[in-house]
Structures are given as C-alpha cells and as structure tokens.
C-alpha cells in the first residue's frame, strides 16, 4: 500500500495557517499591475467566505475601496472605511467580509530603489491639495483621497514620486501640462493605473464624476 507524502515545504506552509480555510489557498488571482515596484491584486469580497490567500515577502498596503467589518487570516475583525488603507509585512493573508461584500486593492512593496525625485519646479506637490484627505502615512508610502470637481482645476503641480491610483468614479478629467498640451482620460469605477514619477500638470473634471484613492510610493 502508498502512503501519500505532502513535501516538507507544503506541510510547514499549511501548519503555518491553521486558521485560513482549505479553500482559500485555491487560486490567487493575477495581479492587475506587476513592474519592478508593485504587485497589486484586486480582491473582491464576498460576505462570510475568504478570500484567495496571499503570500506576501515583504511590506504591503491594503487600500479599501469598499471597507466594512473585515475579519483577517489570524481570526481578528476591524472596521474598515471606505477609501481607508493599512500596512502589513510578510506571511499569508486572507480576508473575509463578516457584514456585507467588500472591495480591496492590495499593493506588494518590492524590494526596489526609490524613484522620487527633486522637486525643482517650484511648483507645490500633488499633495496636499484642497479638497485632498490623508489616510495613512509611514516611511514607505503616502495614501490619500480626493475627488475632482467641475470648474475647478487642481493647482498646477508636481508629482516627484510615483503613485497608484485607484479610480471610483465614471468620469473624464482633463490633464494640462504647463506648456499648455491637454490629454483628457477616461476612467471607470475600479480602474487601477501606475503613474511615474517627474511629472507636472494641473487636473479638472470635464464629465461624470471622478474619485480616487492615491498611493504614493516613497
């Protein structure tokens, strides 16, 4: 008779989690964003089942675009708010919504160089700005919210980190550099870019409405 063997390596993997449910290490969802300075993965949650479990190697950020009561994979449960963020290192995570479906960005922190740059533009940096809410700060990243208006052009700023960007809205906002050239882009709830670094321009909403969630890499 076999005697079926688990290798050494998935034994310590499962002993490791005993509270993260068997059918949560089943797929993990590809990443909406990988380069040399993020992994970021968009995680919806359904109400009272866990999510795919991650293996994080180093820092990330959990940016909750839907927050709400989350229990996480060590059997705790916080309340989340829209919009809010928090920072973890290392080991499995698995969240589950306990009171109603959630939506959660999660940001992987590689163990990159920074690329901020000198701001020698004399113009301000993208944050603060009126009408911008702060979140969280640490020494690896910034998280802000803000949401644009019609008629009412950002001032023309400087952007010397790079920075994810979570879109809520379903809307256009136009962006003008200060040689006058002007891009406008549309976004739909959920969309997630990566902007670099070295970057100035001011931004006004043009149609819809348009939010977001910033995470600026330090």
């Known amino acids: 008779m076999k005697i079926a063997r688990f290798p050494a390596t998935a034994s310590l993997v ?14 993990t969802p590809a990443p909406v964003i990988d380069n040399e300075r993020v992994t ?39 309340h989340h708010a829209d ?28 163990d990159a160089p920074s690329k901020t740059v000198p701001n020698t533009t004399g113009l301000p940096p993208a944050f603060p700005r009126p009408g911008s809410k702060k979140v969280f ?8 919210n803000y949401a644009w208006q019609p008629g009412k052009p950002t001032p023309m700023h400087f952007h010397n980190t790079e920075v994810v960007v979570t879109y809520l809205g379903d809307g256009d906002v136009a962006s003008t550099t200060p040689d006058g050239k002007k891009t406008v882009t549309h976004h ?31």
């Open 40 to 78: 970021v993965r968009d995680i919806m949650l359904e109400q009272g089942k866990p999510a795919p479990v991650l293996t994080h190697a180093g820092d990330y950020v959990v940016l909750y675009v839907k927050g709400g009561a989350i229990r996480s994979a060590d059997g705790k449960t916080a």
């Open 137 to 144: 700060e640490n020494d690896k990243v910034r998280v802000w």
């Open 188 to 218: 739909n709830p959920g969309d997630i870019v990566f902007n670099v670094a070295n970057r100035s321009h001011s931004e006004e909403l043009v149609k819809g409405q348009q939010s977001g969630i910033m995470m600026e890499l330090k």
């Open 14 to 27: 499962l002993a490791s989690a005993p509270l993260l449910a068997l059918g949560a290490w089943a797929q």
């Open 83 to 110: 919009g809010s963020a928090s920072f973890g290192h290392g080991g499995n995570s698995s969240d589950t919504a306990t009171g109603s479906p959630a939506h959660e960005v999660i940001v992987d922190l590689k």
